[in-house]
């Protein structure tokens, strides 16, 4: 990818490169090289391999999985040379999947074409789902537990959490009906400026969210969304409610419409956030589609558009003509 130079930035050549390859009956292995970095330096690298492991044989007819990767990333613009890795093992069966996985993020690692939520941490994850078919109306019951431990490099404590669903229903109709129970605690090592002039300070703070998530078939022509979810939040309180609608028109076009409202309400002030998004596919014939999406929201007070052209020579091999084009509303 070449970018143009502007006033603040000089012209840059970015590459990235990925290789994979299958083995065994179900298993690959892969590696990656990125080289470039937008607002940087021309000579920041990342590199990295990645092994998947899968089969389904495991006693007899059970399938299991591990998934691992390592990465290296290199900033010349002061930042180092630091590395990243994790490695994830999961029994994902019919009545019952389990997992545990661990994840390592160096302080300095900085991938300059990519994205890290979070670094210098140690993260540990768990889940366990029972999911029994009643064969009934009532295709099957869910009912799951998801531990997530986090620390500093240092040992430090920073977050953990635990995400209960007490129940799951998923109807033969494919209708899907979910509540969740998520107790956490979050140490925040420096102040934490979540919106303009709303600060939480430096401390460690324990609360509970409360979810109820609601999804209707995709399988009829218009289908639907909703979510909400209430509880504590930090030193405050925070709701959030969400709304999606599709329409399918045949098989040539699906067109959709979300809206998400966030209202929290802190010690140090209150704030809402309103995001909007719409799309529209059209579906030309099985090879060329075109997809469209339009979001807004007014934090940032812009417009974003995307728009992609797909065209599928044969499988395994397509084209892609993207425009993506925003504006600011903010004026």
Not at 67 to 89: I, Q
């Amino acid at each position: 990818s070449q970018t143009e130079a502007t006033d603040t930035l000089d012209a840059r050549n970015l590459f990235v490169g990925r290789y994979s390859q299958n083995f065994l009956e179900q298993s690959s292995a892969g590696v990656i090289v990125t080289r470039g970095d937008p607002t940087g330096s021309q000579d920041d690298y990342t590199v990295g391999a990645d092994l998947e492991l899968r089969t389904d044989e495991f006693l007899e007819d059970r399938s299991l999985r591990f998934r691992g990767y390592f990465l290296s990333t290199e900033d010349n613009d002061g930042g180092g040379t630091d590395v990243a890795w994790s490695g994830r093992v999961r029994y994902p069966n019919d009545e019952i999947d389990i997992s545990a996985a661990y994840t390592y993020i160096g302080p300095d690692f900085d991938p300059a074409l990519g994205f890290v939520r979070r670094r210098d941490i140690s993260q540990w994850d768990a889940s366990f789902s029972y999911s029994p078919r009643l064969y009934s109306d009532i295709r099957r019951l869910r009912f799951e537990l998801e531990p997530r431990y986090v620390e500093l490099t240092t040992g430090e404590p920073a977050s953990s959490q635990i995400a209960i669903t007490p129940l799951g229903i998923d109807w033969e109709s494919d209708d899907e009906l979910s509540f969740r129970i998520t107790p956490r605690r979050e140490q925040l090592f420096e102040d934490f400026d979540i919106s303009d002039d709303v600060t939480v300070p430096v401390g460690e703070y324990d609360f509970v969210r409360y979810n109820v998530f609601f999804e209707s078939s995709q399988r009829r022509p218009m289908s639907c969304e909703l979510f909400y979810s209430t509880g504590t939040f930090f030193d405050g309180r925070r709701d959030d409610y969400k709304v999606e609608l599709t329409y399918r028109a045949g098989a040539a076009a699906t067109l959709g419409a979300e809206y998400e409202w966030n209202d929290v309400r802190l010690a140090d002030g209150s704030f809402d956030v309103n995001i909007a998004r719409t799309r529209v596919d059209l579906f030309f014939s099985p090879w060329i589609s075109w997809f469209n999406f339009v979001q807004w929201d007014d934090v940032s007070e812009e417009v974003g558009v995307n728009s992609r052209l797909r065209w599928i020579i044969e499988p395994g091999r397509d084209l892609f003509f993207v425009l993506n084009q925003g504006w600011s509303t903010f004026d």
